[in-house]
């Protein structure tokens, strides 16, 4: 069945053109003898399979939850039918309606969308779905535009997953801009190198590395350093691998030619100026990010702590609450958190926050009892 909008359809009959054929053309789809598009297998863009790789999960099984892997497995395999259903509505969406919702998202979204299934990859990751991406990025506040040297999926997966593009561990805020890779501190040690150390990395052919930074050192991408503090001694500068192995592939293609080679200068000297103002502008962008989202935390950690302080006081908590002191209180693992205080939740935690107020309140008795018995000193 074709699939198309009521819309659409009226809008083919009263002006003789069908709106549907000319988004499919724009989208790279043609349509198959069912009615169903089809993706235009020379029409896909190319990016680095680190949008799509995920951590691997390991977790160790007692003998109880062997016993109770059946029931478990049920009900996963019952969610995975769920989440398919779902995914084929999606499929089987108008793809003007599917297009106009996803212009309401948000990047990360639609990184998330593009790794969900094949069909959705295929077509976000089609070179003609890149108004989907920009759409997506101008619903960000502030982001810089997308810079010269990378895609939109690049661009996303770059400013938003948070996860290391080297060993995929979660929670990786520190991104490295001028070689476009998020980097943990562990990564950082191990996968950066100083230019005496690029010996290591190309053993054989090092001369053709020191050629490239005997050229455009000046303009080679590098993180500063402080010397001796660090496995790269007294370097003040370290590089990414990946990004010399770049320069190198490039010097490597016109080395014998003198007159490209100045070319490749110039052109390296006014790419590592564009670069660098765009990791100035990511970076204050970052950093304002940052502090934003700080800021909707503490707030959201307030609001949370202010409905918990009205649920214990309306089941007569309420002078407990006043012999702890405001920021003990704020800072329990229960309370400080940045997460809003839901029904649900708050029967999760309730047991727990009315065991610890009766034992302060215990305490606290004791402790009285004690000051007003011992014996005053003459």
Aim: aromatic share 8%; with cysteine; net charge positive.
């Amino acid at each position: 069945m074709s699939r198309r909008s009521t819309r659409l359809e009226e809008k083919r009959r009263t002006t003789g053109v069908d709106p549907y054929e000319v988004i499919i053309q724009q989208l790279g789809y043609e349509e198959n003898l069912d009615g169903e598009p089809k993706l235009y297998e020379s029409d896909s863009v190319s990016s680095d399979d680190e949008i799509f790789r995920r951590p691997k999960k390991r977790s160790k099984q007692s003998n109880e939850d062997q016993g109770a892997k059946g029931t478990k497995d049920k009900s996963a395999s019952q969610r995975i039918r769920g989440r398919r259903g779902i995914l084929q509505k999606v499929k089987e969406m108008p793809l003007d309606i599917l297009f106009e919702t996803f212009s309401y998202l948000e990047p990360l979204d639609i990184l998330h969308l593009a790794r969900t299934s094949h069909d959705l990859r295929d077509l976000l990751m089609s070179r003609s779905s890149s108004s989907v991406w920009r759409n997506a990025r101008r619903n960000i506040v502030g982001i810089p535009p997308l810079p010269f040297d990378m895609d939109e999926p690049q661009y996303a997966n770059l400013a938003f997953d948070s996860y290391c593009h080297i060993c995929m561990q979660p929670r990786c805020e520190n991104i490295l801009w001028q070689f476009r890779t998020r980097c943990c501190r562990n990564c950082i040690t191990t996968s950066l190198v100083s230019v005496s150390d690029l010996v290591g990395v190309w053993r054989t052919t090092y001369a053709r590395t020191f050629s490239v930074f005997e050229l455009v050192k000046d303009y080679v991408p590098y993180m500063s350093v402080t010397p001796w503090q660090g496995p790269w001694g007294g370097e003040d500068r370290v590089y990414y691998p990946p990004v010399v192995k770049r320069f190198r592939r490039e010097f490597k293609a016109i080395e014998k030619d003198q007159e490209k080679l100045d070319a490749w200068v110039k052109e390296k000297r006014e790419q590592y100026k564009g670069l660098m103002e765009h990791v100035e502008q990511c970076s204050s962008w970052s950093k304002s990010r940052h502090e934003e989202r700080k800021a909707e935390f503490e707030e959201v950690r307030r609001r949370r702590k202010e409905q918990i302080v009205k649920k214990l006081s309306d089941i007569g908590w309420a002078g407990e609450l006043q012999h702890i002191p405001d920021l003990v209180f704020s800072q329990h693992k229960l309370v400080h958190q940045a997460k809003e205080l839901t029904e649900k939740g708050w029967k999760s935690i309730s047991g727990p926050l009315l065991a610890y107020l009766a034992e302060h309140k215990e305490s606290r008795l004791d402790n009285q009892q004690i000051t007003q018995t011992s014996p005053v000193p003459e």
